[in-house]
């Protein structure tokens, strides 16, 4: 019996493990069986191996050839393990050393030709890989600049299986690969839409611009409701343009996220801005928090905007499910998705953003509104009121007048003045919280905000007289005080004052009901 072993890894959700695979040549009836729980994608490498084989001028051993995917309790899923098997197998051959796959771990699918094609999940695989502790791996040319985006491990990029089986046996590359130059030139990145928005575009509404200023500088929830016209959408769009680019953990994050959905913008092996995303409102809740059939759970709208934004225009024309699913990943920062066969969580840290008519009619001008008063209730009560607890900043918008129209340039600032106020309210929350595991002051739980960060009795004393009057809950409480921190960033204050206690609870309470 001759034995090899080379390693791969597995993806669950965004998580990957290291999997060992081993082949095994032994007397029997010929063929290849799989062992370790394969999907039915995996099951199929069989047939690509097999050609990529005999495609890359190599012998196919007709023997009995056994493949083992360790941890074999974990179920395997998709084509990743490609080169992995067909390596391990040409080495248990002995066409070529045992010694020289040993120690890389290989990601990669392949071609009925023999050629490594790209697929998703290239960052998070490396990740993994890295953190387990090995050094060496190998991926398809396209994915080679999102694998080296992690620091400290050495990635070999390959074109075809002859060429990687030519690197290993230390003879020089094929001539087809010296020919054709390595395909790492990633296409043009398409033109952003957002790079060309800007607050300075938004007229009136100063108290609204004034909401998105603190949302950004403390990573607030926010609810716009008003009539149509009156900005609402134009507001959030904007709202990615005063936040400040991701810190290097937090964008390899998001593009680890963004590579195993497939994503990943084109030409962009990082990403380096907060994410927007805005789904329809007839979006259902396994697109929204994330999910699918079987083994293979894909992440949703709210971890996709994870360290992001989450618009939800026309709020109360999605699904009642699909709001209410938003209420755990509102409060832990991700979502947990169990299915009979697996289970598995996705961060989901963003900022929400709800925009909605306040009728259903949603008539310009409140003279037109065909909707009567209970009508009308109705229809923002899709929204429920535990969600909305869970909403830092609301505000009803109105119209703008013609004078606000007209002459609203002069006062309207640009996204780049207000972006520098945000930066430096958030460097002094990081500063304030160097000694925690939180950096903006969203994050803090209730429980630490009440011991270590309650501003004094006097400044407390609005939101203690509406805590007793029954106003304010436990948890708008706490929304109240992150509120009140922001202010007092904002306007480089070492503690919340009165006027910003009273200032974060009237943006809290804003809302007609």
């Known amino acids: 019996m001759t034995l090899a072993k080379t390693r791969s890894v597995g993806l669950v959700g965004v998580d990957g493990y290291v999997v060992d695979v081993e082949a095994a040549i032994t007397s029997g009836v010929p063929g290849l069986h799989l062992v370790g729980l394969p999907d039915t994608a995996l099951n199929e490498s069989r047939d690509r191996v097999r050609a990529a084989i005999f495609n890359s001028g190599e012998e196919w051993p007709n023997r009995h050839v056994t493949i083992s ?88 990029p390959a074109a075809s299986l002859r060429s990687l089986l030519s690197l290993l046996r230390g003879d020089p590359p094929p001539p087809e690969d010296e020919k054709e130059p390595p395909p790492t030139a990633a296409p043009t990145r398409p033109p952003d839409r957002r790079d060309t928005l800007d607050l300075a575009d938004v007229r009136g509404q100063a108290e609204a611009r004034r909401a998105l200023e603190i949302s950004a500088a403390g990573g607030h929830h926010l609810f716009f409701s008003g009539p149509p016209g009156c900005g609402k959408t134009m507001l959030a769009e904007r709202l990615p343009t005063l936040m400040p680019p991701l810190a290097p953990e937090a964008a390899l994050e998001v593009t680890a996220i963004h590579s195993v959905a497939g994503t990943l913008p084109p030409g962009q092996p990082l990403i380096t801005r907060p994410p927007f995303q805005a789904p329809h409102h007839t979006s259902t809740r396994a697109s929204m928090v994330g999910g699918g059939s079987g083994r293979v759970l894909q992440p949703g709208a709210v971890t996709l905007a994870h360290r992001g934004i989450l618009f939800m225009d026309e709020a109360p024309e999605f699904d009642r499910g699909t ?28 900022t929400l953003v709800l925009a909605a008519n306040p009728c259903p009619c949603a008539a310009a001008k409140q003279i037109d509104c065909s909707c009567a008063p209970a009508v009308r209730r109705r229809y923002l009560e899709r929204i429920s009121g535990p969600l909305l607890d869970r909403i830092d900043l609301k505000l009803d918008l109105s119209p703008a007048t013609r004078a606000e129209l007209r002459y609203d340039l002069e006062v309207a600032e ?7 106020r945000v930066l430096l309210a958030r460097e002094r929350a990081v500063k304030r919280l160097a000694e925690t595991p939180w950096r903006a002051n969203s994050e803090i739980p209730g429980p630490e905000l009440r011991r270590h960060f309650l501003p004094s009795a006097e400044a407390m004393r609005a939101a203690d007289d509406a805590l007793q009057n029954g106003t304010l809950s436990v948890r708008g409480l706490d929304r109240v005080l992150r509120v009140a921190w922001t202010l007092a960033d904002l306007a480089e204050r070492d503690t919340p004052t009165a006027d910003d206690v009273g200032g974060a609870l009237a943006l809290w309470t804003c809302r007609k009901t």
């Open 69 to 156: 995917l360790f941890p074999a309790s974990v179920p395997k899923r998709g084509s990743t393990f490609d080169i992995a098997i067909a390596t391990a197998i040409l080495a248990a051959a002995e066409a070529i050393p045992p010694r020289s796959c040993a120690g890389l771990v290989l990601i990669g699918e392949l071609g009925l030709d023999g050629r490594l094609r790209a697929i998703p999940g290239v960052l998070p695989a490396v990740l993994a890989a890295a953190n387990a502790g090995c050094r060496t791996v190998v991926v398809p040319h396209p994915n080679t600049a999102e694998a080296r985006l992690v620091p400290d491990i050495e990635v070999i």
């Open 323 to 350: 709001l209410e699913a938003l209420r755990q990943p509102l409060e832990e920062g991700e979502v947990r998705i169990s299915r009979a066969e697996r289970a598995t969580s996705f961060p989901a840290r963003f």
């Open 414 to 420: 640009p996204s780049q003045v207000v972006a520098e």
